[in-house]
């Protein structure tokens, strides 16, 4: 019977290191036989059991390898050259290391042969030269030179040495020319009654003959080939008189005004009027030939300015009037006003009508105020009584724009007009007609044209007894209308957050 036996297991760090310096090798351990009392024994009384193993495998690092460049040009451009490459010993995460880390044997090769296109030789060869170009005085005489192989076939010339290539033309001389004064045929005057003008061609030709039949003008060969001709230069321009003219009214045009703006695109005008030839008004003229009496003018790009405050202080003007402002990354038309204080206010015109623009509070008020007469149509002719002191009925041209909170300052009536009653703010509306859901105030916002809208987080909140709100948004949040009004009540902007406005 055998004893009781076991394996013990030498840790692995004790035992042999990696098989390897560097890359994937194996690490081995020894495995002795002991009784439980920890006494070695042989080998054999430890046979009955399953043996650990000796080796796990090991990574020692990286190895370094060889590195090879790109091969450089071959050394010859026709013919067998030689083209060599760098080649080192590189370890990843280092760069280059010792080449004796690397092994020899398998080092790539530094210097290899090549073979370029085989090497030919290529010259110029001259045709015979052409004709002289004129038949008498000096001209030139032109021939083709082709760059050519050893078998006289043409190769593009840049094979050729630029340097050796004969020359393309040389001087020839013949027979001095004889010159004569050619004219052609007058132009039609150039009117169709009165005096106006013709023309004709003159030129300084050579005189035909038996090498040249027919007579050619003077080249560009000189300069000053028309004093080859014998005397005066014929006229070449003439008056001609034709009958007299009718007379006709004509469309007279005065100077153009100055440009309408001193920046950015503007509009010039000037005076056109159609006059007699004796300089009196007529109708006569023709409506198609009237000359523009409007066109557009730029005299230089405007510089655009966030506030009313900055163009009075870097234009240096003390004028109320309109000005383009950028107004959150876009560009409105502003109305500057009080210009020549020290605190400027910006207004927005209102595009459209004033009939667009109002704020009411209505007059009337029934006696009794718990019924909504009519299905709450407005009527005068209702048991009603017009006594209502906070009634007033207010036009407006302009609103203040805030521009840094983007509100609107409903309070401002500088220029607004109260044709009724008492003024009445801005989006504002209300009465003292009914406690039964019949507003009959009412108040009307149109932005259109302005490049603002209302906010959609703008809101209205009721004030007083009994009161209806009912306000309706365009589809663009340019126009806003609203109906309210109760038993003595109002609708005014949330008085936090007020009439806030976008740019559209």
């Known amino acids: 019977m055998k004893a009781h036996c076991l394996f013990k297991l030498l840790e692995w760090t004790q035992s042999k290191p990696c098989s390897v310096t560097c890359g994937r090798g194996t690490k081995q351990r020894d495995i002795v036989c002991m009784q439980q009392n920890l006494t070695q024994v042989e080998d054999e009384q430890c046979s009955h059991l399953s043996r650990p193993r000796t080796q796990k495998a090991c990574r020692a690092g990286a190895c370094p390898s060889w590195k090879a460049n790109r091969w450089s040009e071959c050394s010859v451009t026709c013919g067998i050259g030689a083209q060599s490459r760098e080649v080192y010993c590189r370890l990843k995460g280092t760069g280059r290391v010792s080449e004796e880390l690397c092994d020899a044997r398998v080092r790539p090769a530094t210097g290899q042969p090549c073979l370029s296109p085989e090497c030919h030789h290529y010259m110029w060869a001259a045709e015979e030269w052409h004709d002289c170009n004129v038949t008498c005085g000096e001209g030139v005489s032109s021939r083709n ?4 192989d050893t078998r006289m076939s043409p190769v593009p010339s840049s094979m050729c040495d630029p340097l050796t290539k004969p020359p393309l033309h040389q001087p020839c001389h013949q027979p001095s020319c004889q010159f004569m004064w050619m004219t052609g045929a007058w132009t039609q005057c150039s009117v169709s009654c009165g005096v106006g003008y013709q023309q004709r061609m003159v ?11 027919h007579p050619y003008t003077v080249g560009a060969l000189s300069a000053h080939t028309h004093t080859q001709c014998q005397g005066p230069r014929p006229l070449d321009v003439q008056q001609c008189q034709l009958a007299e003219c ?17 920046c950015g695109a503007g509009v010039m005008e000037r005076r056109v009027e159609c006059l007699t030839s004796k300089h009196l008004p007529s109708k006569a003229c023709h409506p198609s030939e009237r000359p523009e009496s409007r066109a557009a003018c730029r005299l230089r790009e405007c510089e655009v300015f966030s506030t009313c405050r900055e163009v009075q202080m870097r234009e240096g003007l003390r004028k109320d009037g309109e000005h383009f402002l950028k107004v959150k990354s876009r560009i409105l038309q502003v109305y500057c006003a009080e210009m020549h204080t020290g605190f400027p206010k910006e207004y927005v015109t209102l595009r459209s009508s004033q009939t667009d623009n109002f704020s009411e509070v209505y007059a009337y008020r029934l006696q009794n105020p718990f019924e909504c007469p009519f299905n709450g149509s407005r009527r005068e002719d209702c048991q009603c009584r017009n006594d209502y002191p906070a009634a007033g009925y207010t036009l407006f041209s302009r609103v203040r724009l805030d521009i840094s909170s983007m509100r609107i300052i409903t309070t401002d009536l500088q220029f607004s007009q109260t044709v009724l009653g008492r003024p009445v703010p801005f989006a504002t509306a209300g009465d003292c007609y009914s406690a039964a859901k019949c507003p009959q105030g009412q108040f009307s916002i149109n932005l259109s044209g302005t490049g603002l809208k209302v906010a959609e987080t703008t809101k209205w909140v009721s004030q007083g007894n009994y009161v209806t709100v009912k306000v309706h948004r365009s589809e663009d949040g340019t126009r806003i209308y609203g109906r309210c009004g109760g038993f003595c009540g109002k609708c005014i902007p949330h008085p936090h957050s007020g009439l806030l406005v976008q740019v559209h």
């Open 145 to 148: 030179v082709l760059c050519v």
């Open 203 to 213: 030129s300084c030709s050579v005189l035909p003959s038996p090498a040249n039949p």
């Open 246 to 262: 009718p007379v006709s009214p004509y469309w007279k045009v005065g100077p153009w005004s100055k440009c309408s703006q001193t």
